[in-house]
């Protein structure tokens, strides 16, 4: 089976940075996915890492260390709108292309 | 907008009653996900169709079934409701089965079972 945690809540601060950490345990990684979610809206992709590093896209950049278990997702300059859930999500090996999704982290921006 | 299309948009009916969701995935996507969002659960894998073929299944229950169609549009059929089964329910497509494979997901069909 796989096991994901992230932190339930977070704040920050417009204008900040944030990194929001997922640890994962599973047999068979086949990638990690994190997804923006707004309340009510469906989820939207944000990132894929499939090997260790770091990947930038844009104010978003998502790490992951495999031996670890671990990715972390951070968001730069951070804006009001940026206010969502964050879903980090595994793909394990012989699944299909399923996801396995933590139960994803609350950001509140404020001013 | 992803290009995931669901219907409808809202659903309320009563226990023991069955239903039926809607989805037509992006243009080019041969695979189509379902997901169950509940509040106390997070987004929960339901089942995977590949190109009309059954792919990988989650923790679906009995009373659901799925299926795609030759056009690549699938539907979610839920039986013998209960109160219980109200959440969002999403669908999502990507172009193949596995891989580096990105899901987009439609906008949901929140289903609320009275």
């Known amino acids: 089976g796989q096991n994901i945690d992230q932190p339930t809540e977070m704040t920050a601060t417009e204008g900040a940075i944030v990194q929001i950490n997922c640890t994962y345990q599973?047999?068979?990684?086949?990638?990690l996915f994190w997804y923006q979610q707004h309340a009510g809206e469906a989820p939207t992709f944000l990132s894929y890492?499939?090997?260790?590093g770091l990947e930038e896209k844009g104010r978003f950049s998502s790490f992951l260390s495999r031996s670890k278990g671990y990715s972390y997702l951070l968001l730069k300059e951070l804006q009001m709108k940026d206010s969502a859930s964050y879903l980090c999500?595994?793909?394990?090996?012989?699944?299909?292309?399923?996801?396995?999704f933590g139960t994803g982290t609350q950001l509140k921006v404020e001013l | 907008d992803s290009g995931v299309t669901q219907t409808p948009k809202h659903l309320i009916t009563a226990t023991g009653q069955r239903v039926t969701l809607r989805c037509s995935p992006r243009?080019?996507?041969?695979?189509v996900y379902w997901y169950q969002q509940s509040l106390d659960q997070g987004l929960q894998f339901l089942i995977q169709?590949?190109?009309?073929?059954?792919?990988a299944k989650g923790n679906i229950l009995e009373r659901f079934s799925a299926q795609q169609f030759p056009d690549l549009h699938s539907e979610l059929n839920l039986s013998s409701l209960e109160l219980g089964d109200s959440a969002l329910y999403f669908c999502?497509?990507?172009?193949?089965?596995?891989?580096?494979?990105?899901?987009?997901f439609g906008p949901g069909t929140r289903l609320l079972v009275l």
């Open positions: 999502a497509s990507s172009v193949g089965a596995a891989g580096d494979e990105t899901q987009y």
């Open positions: 599973t047999s068979g990684f086949n990638g």
């Open positions: 890492n499939v090997l260790d």
């Open positions: 999500a595994v793909r394990a090996t012989g699944g299909g292309n399923k996801l396995t």
């Open positions: 243009s080019g996507d041969l695979s």
């Open positions: 169709y590949y190109n009309g073929e059954e792919r």
